[in-house]
């Protein structure tokens, strides 16, 4: 994939990423006052316990952070940070004039905590792949991520758990536990998601037609491939073996030509989240 189309990918992914978001928060996490974390829980918190609204909260909060986001994680990531940040907060706001919400759309909040936390940890998930966040802490999240070991999920569980705690003292037990639940419940979700999204294919093809397959990957995909020779223990006949990553997308691609080339090919495929070289993580 080409700058600009992965450009292109990447703001549809913010786009769809904070309507996701958006929705999440507005229609199931402030009517019922979930305060899983985030500048949203803090929104909530506040606008429960002062004249302020949930939303109002939210754009002071968001534009209070962005700065840091500039300064640590770098002039990209803030500008797609602050895009997500004012598209975020504007459509909060919008909703909160076009639609109000003075109570929880169900009177099932188990229900109503699950689209929670799915709708927005789908939507967070793909601002992180796409190198952006929708502000406040999620900032605080990927300084955490860049200066320590901790995956996404895992310093969103850190930075958040402080202010889903502090929904026991504005909203009760029974929202408080729901909080609670709401954010592990969130953290192993955006990590699940990015894994995802993240997720590629590593082949291994033992064959006697490599070069043919080889060019197929060299010209059609644009991966490399590298080649290794062996021998069948039981035939005792020369074989070579390739190995080659690609996108998910990719592979079945990959899989049906390799087999037509050679049927006789004998294919091993994995699914890695974690690859790192040209054309994959480390060189966007």
């Not at 504007?90 to 099932?108: N, R």
């Not at 003292?169 to 955006?190: C, D």
């Not at 062996?230 to 020369?238: I, K, L, M, V």
């Amino acid at each position: 994939m080409n700058q600009k189309n992965r450009t292109v990918r990447d703001w549809l992914l913010i786009l769809c990423g904070t309507v996701l978001l958006t929705v999440g928060v507005y229609f199931f996490k402030i009517p019922n006052g979930f305060a899983t974390g985030g500048v949203s829980g803090v929104g909530t918190l506040l606008g429960r316990i002062t004249p302020v609204s949930p939303a109002t909260w939210i754009s002071i909060l968001n534009v209070a952070l962005l700065i840091t986001g500039f300064i640590v994680l770098g002039r990209e990531t803030g500008l797609r940070t602050t895009v997500c940040s004012l598209l975020f907060s504007g459509l909060t706001q919008v909703l909160e004039w076009l639609i109000p919400m003075d109570a929880p759309l169900t009177d099932q909040p188990f229900l109503e905590l699950a689209y929670a936390m799915i709708l927005t940890a789908i939507g967070s998930a793909l601002l992180f792949h796409a190198h952006a966040s929708s502000g406040g802490t999620d900032i605080v999240a990927l300084i955490l991520k860049k200066h320590t070991h901790l995956n996404v999920g895992m310093a969103l569980l850190c930075v958040d758990f402080f202010i889903a705690a502090s929904s026991f003292f504005v909203f009760g037990i029974r929202t408080g536990l729901f909080s609670l639940a709401g954010l592990f419940v969130k953290a192993f979700l955006v990590d699940s998601v990015i894994e995802s999204l993240d997720a590629c294919k590593y082949f291994v093809i033992i064959t006697t037609k490599p070069d043919a397959i080889s060019d197929y990957i060299l010209t059609s995909l644009h991966h490399g491939v590298t080649v290794e020779y062996g021998q069948g223990a039981y035939t005792h006949e020369d074989k070579t073996i390739l190995h080659t990553v690609c996108r998910r997308h990719e592979a079945p691609g990959l899989q049906q030509k390799a087999k037509e080339i050679d049927p006789a090919a004998f294919i091993i495929i994995t699914t890695s989240s974690e690859i790192i070289g040209r054309g994959f993580r480390g060189s966007l």
